[in-house]
């Protein structure tokens, strides 16, 4: 089963935030992987971008069933236990139209818990909240 790990950063000193996702194939290899910041953005919103981006990338590689982990409960929540959505309506409409053909299992995976593929990609969203826009 192809796994896509996801995960938002936030910058507070500097007002910006990073998104990353880490696709692995059924070995435990690393397939694709992505990166990007944001200016004026928070890290709910990265959490969401993460899943967007990652997902696209699934689309783009004819990945059509894969599972989601993800240490936001406000993602995993909201994708898989029909929490009500308040805010960034504009990415969890993106976020909608991205997966209606897709067989997607998600995934609430503690965060910073030494699993090599979640500290990665944390890894990966912290220094794209980082990077020079």
Do not use: P
């Not at 996801?6 to 692995?24: F, L, P, R, T």
């Not at 069933?65 to 936001?72: G, L, P, Q």
């Not at 929490?83 to 067989?103: M, Q, V």
């Not at 997607?104 to 826009?133: F, M, P, Q, R, Y």
Request: overall charge negative; aromatic content about 10%.
């Amino acid at each position: 089963m192809i796994k896509l790990y996801a995960d938002g950063a936030y910058a507070n000193s500097i007002d910006q935030g990073g998104w990353a996702y880490v696709i692995i194939d059924d070995n435990d290899k690393k397939l694709y992987q992505g990166y990007d910041g944001v200016k004026s953005t928070t890290n709910n919103r990265m959490e969401i971008q993460s899943v967007i981006e990652g997902i696209k990338c699934c689309i783009e590689n004819n990945i059509n069933t894969f599972k989601v982990f993800s240490d936001s409960m406000y993602v995993i929540g909201t994708m898989s236990l029909n929490w009500k959505r308040k805010k960034n309506i504009d990415l969890w409409l993106i976020l909608d139209n991205l997966i209606e053909e897709l067989n997607i299992e998600w995934i609430h995976e503690k965060g910073h818990n030494k699993e090599k593929w979640n500290e990665h990609c944390d890894t990966l969203a912290v220094h794209g909240s980082h990077i020079n826009l």
